[in-house]
């Protein structure tokens, strides 16, 4: 057993870090800027957000640390987590955005930090790669930073806007 009490509260403490560069880059836009595509894949900055809810926060810390069965039965298909239907308020999604880190939050407080993934979807990845909360979390920050970046140029494209982390 590893001991990892030191470990997981850094790593969540990352994690709550890059959240607040997802939102906080995403501050003053108005819906339709959300909704605006600005490079050729066509995605935004709204499906991305809920990209993170549903395929990030939700799938790796409720259907695969927690297990939850309803979670896994309801997993969305495809790219569909990355869609938004028109008459769904960007404000709708940016709450589940942070519903979902708060439960992920939940979640991680009552895991220990070697606890094997409760659920592994080999369908998608083939043998676990990820063994412990532990790996998940910093799979979870790695993806989060990552997208938070993406986040970052997009914002630059829509007003000219950047984010500027010193720390």
């Not at 404000?91 to 409760?118: H, K, S, W």
């Amino acid at each position: 057993m590893t001991d990892t009490r030191g470990e997981i509260p850094a790593l969540l403490g990352a994690l709550r870090a890059q959240r607040r560069h997802v939102l906080g880059i995403l501050d003053g836009l108005g819906d339709e800027e959300l909704r605006r595509p600005v490079l050729p894949s066509g995605w935004h900055c709204l499906g991305l957000v809920r990209h993170l809810a549903l395929d990030v926060e939700r799938f790796w810390f409720r259907a695969v640390v927690a297990g939850d069965a309803e979670v896994i039965r309801g997993l969305p298909d495809g790219d569909e987590a990355w869609r938004v239907a028109p008459e769904v308020p960007a404000a709708e999604v940016l709450e589940l955005y942070r519903r979902e880190a708060e439960l992920a939050d939940a979640i991680v407080a009552g895991t220990p930090g070697d606890a094997a993934p409760a659920w592994w979807p080999v369908e998608l990845f083939g043998e676990p790669h990820l063994h412990s909360l532990r790996d998940v979390l910093l799979h979870v920050v790695t993806e989060t930073a990552c997208h938070a970046g993406h986040l970052d140029a997009a914002r630059e494209l829509i007003d000219g806007r950047r984010w500027l982390t010193l720390t």
